[in-house]
C-alpha cells in the first residue's frame, strides 16, 4: 500500500485559526475520549453496552 502525503500553507486571520483551534481540540478531545471507552469496555473482557455514535451530538 502506497500512502502520499500532502502538505498545504493555509494563511488565515487570528480569528479563523483560533476557531480552527478550537475545532480541532474538540475533535482530539471527542476522538481520545471514545478511545478511552472502547479500551475500558475491552480491559473487562465485555462489549459496550450501548453504541458510543449516539453519545455524539451537534449544536
Given at each position: 500500500?502506497?500512502?502520499?502525503?500532502l502538505?498545504?500553507?493555509?494563511?488565515?486571520?487570528?480569528?479563523?485559526e483560533?476557531?480552527?483551534?478550537?475545532?480541532?481540540?474538540?475533535?482530539?478531545?471527542?476522538?481520545?475520549?471514545?478511545?478511552?471507552?472502547?479500551?475500558?469496555?475491552?480491559?473487562?473482557?465485555?462489549?459496550?453496552?450501548h453504541?458510543?455514535?449516539?453519545?455524539?451530538?451537534?449544536?
Amino acid at each position: 500500500m502506497k500512502v502520499a502525503l500532502l502538505s498545504y500553507k493555509f494563511v488565515s486571520s487570528k480569528t479563523v485559526e483560533a476557531k480552527l483551534n478550537e475545532q480541532l481540540e474538540l475533535c482530539r478531545w471527542l476522538y481520545n475520549r471514545l478511545l478511552e471507552e472502547v479500551n475500558r469496555a475491552g480491559k473487562g473482557g465485555k462489549s459496550q453496552k450501548h453504541d458510543t455514535r449516539l453519545d455524539i451530538t451537534f449544536k
